[in-house]
């Protein structure tokens, strides 16, 4: 067949901003102490709670209900008992439906928000991480909704991730202060929990299994029989995963750091990326590796280690082992294959839902090449390169090139499916993913390589990157795009403050541009964010002025996209109003649109449908036909 020859960023697609936007967001995914499959789904802005019982059709199991996780970035929708999932909602409540039950049931009243409810083995006691905005606790209610709800421990600013021993007297959590942030330091505590007739347990004692300075601990874990407590540790450059013998007090590390990660940034309550066999025998864990995920499994006895196969899959997380026959169950996805519910049973992978029709030929679905670049400090930089993919079109220009920055900024882009890639790639563009300095997944000190330097080392990683694929004859250089949203809009701003002309245009959703007012108005939980990124005020004043682009906009001379969430209070309207007041003031050509309904993210499929719109329209006419 005879290739056609159009300009890069021109070509036709049949991948529509229809297709691409409607599809299902998965959540978490968890087994049941029976061994029943739980997991969430997000639907245009609604999630729904799905039941995959053994041998027989999954079942939805929630309505008109508004479940969502709502303490911080949300995550940590529900827990399991034998016969019930309980969920968190929009209003704070805790819910009951039971699994072959018919409707669910509040059983406490709606107050502040909730997250990561979890069930004594008996059912009898649901323990969860409770906000109002100010203060930050642990709650503990009667399962049956009789008792009123209380407080089980307050007195430090967050906590995340209660699980309870398998015999109902001990639980554990993580725990920790401002102006941390639970990639920072955090704590693993362990509290003895008594109980009497006809009242709500209590805390009688508290031990700290692990923490201290630059020490994180996450996602702890029980072993079946309840005599070891597991546990994610980084005290160096990479993660341990560590068991403590509950009866000797010993630890040791059955997974010892070998250049991975193991546990992700905790922006959400609910992450789970390890799980213990029924046996008590092995561990199943994920690793991330220069952005590709793989799944292993350790022997506790030996510590000897072996990877699984599961290929085509190069995302994974959110991992759970059946309690009943020990298969284990993930979100997967890979450059050519959507987000799907995967379940691995005697060695063979099963399908058991996907997020799309999965109608895309696999020649319209680009494979990254990861690309790597050298900081002005010595510092190798990592990204990965989308090419422009589809097999009606010979390349044969230099094709326009969108430079994606993700948020955070303590997070990572992943060799995955992002539905937003191949919508540009299809159509000429290549698509170019920075995980500057500041990103997780290349170590601590590489995370922590953006500290007192955010507005400076990501602006210059992104603009370094850049001028790599041009050199390497990957980009046109006229025709180079920089987008980012949240703490990657707030790259984007300052790109264009720092650098004009170095792009063509800028793509801004919901970014920062003014970091006093960040600084003022965030929630809670990155309150305290900026003192790491740029310094505490009032020392730092200096530098906040300097890295806040509403400050020196009238530098901005390349046209700029704006996009904003009306409900977003990570990121509030007037971050993006502030910008936008500057541009017009400047005539700096630009386009703004702020979308009803929608928060920090967007959710709904007719947003996603009209960005994708709004973002080609914008390209089209400051970019390929400029």
Not at 573 to 599: D, H
Request: hydrophobic residues 35%; charged residues 25%.
């Amino acid at each position: 067949m005879n290739k056609k020859n159009a300009t890069p960023g021109t070509w036709k697609s049949w991948l529509s901003a229809e297709i691409l936007s409607a599809t299902i967001k998965f959540g978490d995914v968890q087994f049941s102490p029976t061994g029943e499959l739980i997991w969430s789904e997000g639907r245009s802005g609604k999630t729904v709670l799905i039941r995959k019982p053994e041998g027989d059709a999954f079942q939805e199991l929630t309505t008109d209900e508004q479940v969502r996780g709502g303490v911080g970035y949300g995550g940590g929708e529900f827990g399991l008992s034998n016969d019930a999932v309980y969920f968190t909602t929009k209003d704070g409540r805790l819910y009951q439906r039971k699994l072959k039950g018919y409707r669910s049931k509040p059983i406490i009243p709606s107050y502040g928000s909730i997250a990561s409810p979890v069930i004594s083995l008996d059912g009898d006691w649901a323990v969860y991480v409770f906000s109002d905005g100010d203060v930050d606790l642990l709650g503990i209610a009667d399962t049956s909704g009789k008792l009123w709800p209380d407080k089980l421990l307050e007195g430090s600013d967050f906590y995340m991730q209660p699980v309870w021993h398998p015999n109902g007297n001990k639980l554990a959590w993580i725990e920790w202060d401002h102006p941390n942030m639970p990639w920072d330091e955090t704590r693993l505590k362990l509290a003895k929990i008594e109980r009497s007739p006809g009242s709500l347990p209590w805390i009688a004692e508290i031990e700290t299994i692990e923490g201290g300075k630059n020490i994180t601990v996450s996602q702890p874990q029980f072993s079946p029989d309840g005599r070891y407590l597991s546990y994610i540790l980084c005290e160096n450059e990479w993660d341990d995963l560590v068991i403590c013998d509950l009866e000797t007090g010993e630890t040791r590390k059955v997974v010892e750091g070998d250049g991975s990660v193991v546990a992700k940034p905790a922006w959400v309550q609910g992450n789970h990326e390890y799980g213990w066999s029924p046996e008590g025998d092995r561990v199943y864990y994920l690793q991330i590796h220069d952005s590709f995920s793989t799944l292993w499994q350790v022997e506790v006895s030996t510590g000897q280690k072996r990877q699984i196969d599961v290929s085509p899959y190069t995302y994974l997380h959110q991992l759970t082992v059946s309690p009943k026959d020990g298969s284990v169950a993930f979100i997967a996805s890979g450059p050519t294959v959507s987000d799907r519910i995967v379940q691995l049973v005697d060695g063979r992978l099963q399908i058991l839902r996907r997020c799309s029709s999965e109608n895309i030929p696999p020649g319209l679905l680009p494979i990254p090449k990861p690309i790597e670049w050298e900081a002005s400090d010595g510092t190798k930089v990592h990204g990965l390169y989308y090419p422009p993919t589809n097999p009606d079109y010979e390349l044969r220009n230099l094709p326009p090139v969108i430079v994606n920055i993700h948020g955070g900024p303590t997070s990572q882009q992943y060799v995955r499916y992002d539905p937003t890639i191949p919508y540009f790639t299809s159509r000429g563009y290549g698509w170019f993913e920075v995980n500057y300095r500041g990103s997780t997944g290349y170590g601590k000190n590489y995370q922590q390589m953006l500290y007192d330097q955010w507005g400076k080392a990501d602006v210059d990683d992104a603009v370094d990157g850049a001028r790599k694929l041009v050199d390497m004859k990957l980009a046109d250089p006229d025709r180079l795009v920089i987008k980012g949203g949240s703490a990657g809009g707030y790259t984007v701003l300052n790109v264009l403050v720092q650098f004009p002309g170095a792009f063509a245009a800028g793509i801004d959703m919901y970014g920062v541009s003014d970091l006093f007012s960040l600084a003022v108005d965030t929630h809670k939980f990155e309150l305290r964010y900026t003192d790491k990124l740029v310094g505490s005020l009032p020392d730092a004043s200096e530098r906040y002025r300097e890295w806040s682009p509403v400050f020196h906009a009238e530098k901005i001379q390349d046209p700029v996209a704006v996009f904003q969430g009306a409900d977003d209070v990570v990121v509030p309207p007037n971050q993006s109003e502030m910008i936008v007041e500057e541009l017009k003031k400047n005539r700096v050509p630009y386009i703004y649109k702020l979308y009803e309904g929608e928060g920090h993210g967007f959710r709904k499929a007719e947003t996603r449908k009209d960005l994708l719109l709004s973002i080609e329209k914008f390209l089209n006419e400051h970019v390929i036909f400029a």
